[in-house]
């Protein structure tokens, strides 16, 4: 299956309305694109050594520490988005969908064993709108609830960089625990 632009009922454009359009042309392309697609970059990861970080990392599998490539398969179709990053010979895979019922209006993300709800806004960024993702909800096992405040240093940005590349910046950060993981990079969409 080759990917195609989707309508505005595909994922993002629904949940971030008309201040889509506002976003640089690589992060909307990202976005609205329906079918699967394969893209390509760099990225660079740190990762926390605290106790707590290590088995949170292990449960939501976030990628390992370190630098080099990086390789990101979507699949989009029906309004939900499957994601598979694959970094330093790990996978990485989440599953993404719009919030209903409490979590209406909220992106919805699956990593491992817990399941994620993210506020979304459109922001000035250096080089034009960006998407700033922020947890507003967080289940474990998609049952147990925990305080969302234990996740205000969680946060991820979409931009694009001064070379005008699709750019990723997830900095995850837990009271006491403190760095899980750190992750930027780049990704060629075109």
Same mark, same amino acid.
């Given at each position: 299956? +080759? ?23 690589p992060v909307r392309r990202l976005h609205r694109r329906e079918g699967a697609a394969r893209y390509a970059g760099e990225v660079?990861?740190?990762?926390g050594r605290h106790p707590v970080s290590r088995c949170c990392a292990w449960a939501t599998r976030l990628p390992p520490a ?27 895979? +989440? ?13 919805? #993300? ?12 459109? #922001?000035p960024g250096l080089h034009g709108a960006r998407i700033v993702w922020r947890v507003r909800r967080l289940r474990v096992f998609? *049952? ?10 969680? #946060?991820?940005?979409? +931009? ?9 910046? @997830? ?7 403190? *760095?899980? @993981? ?5 990704? #060629?969409?075109?």
């Open positions: 299956m +080759s990917p195609r632009t989707a309508g505005p009922d595909a994922l993002f454009p629904a949940l971030l309305g008309e201040a889509f359009d506002a976003l640089p042309a660079q990861v740190d990762r370190g630098a080099g490539p990086l390789r990101v398969e979507i699949v989009a179709a029906d309004g939900r988005e499957a994601w598979t990053r694959h970094v330093g010979g790990r996978a990485m895979p +989440s599953r993404l969908w719009a919030g209903r019922g409490a979590l209406a209006g909220l992106l919805c #993300e699956r990593l491992g064993l817990v399941v994620f709800g993210f506020a979304l806004t459109v #922001e998609g *049952l147990l609830p925990l305080p969302a405040g234990w996740f205000a240093d969680v #946060e991820a940005v979409e +931009s694009v960089d001064a070379l005008g590349r699709y750019h990723f910046d @997830v900095r995850a950060a837990l009271p006491l625990a403190g *760095l899980l @993981v750190h992750y930027r990079g780049w990704l #060629e969409v075109t």
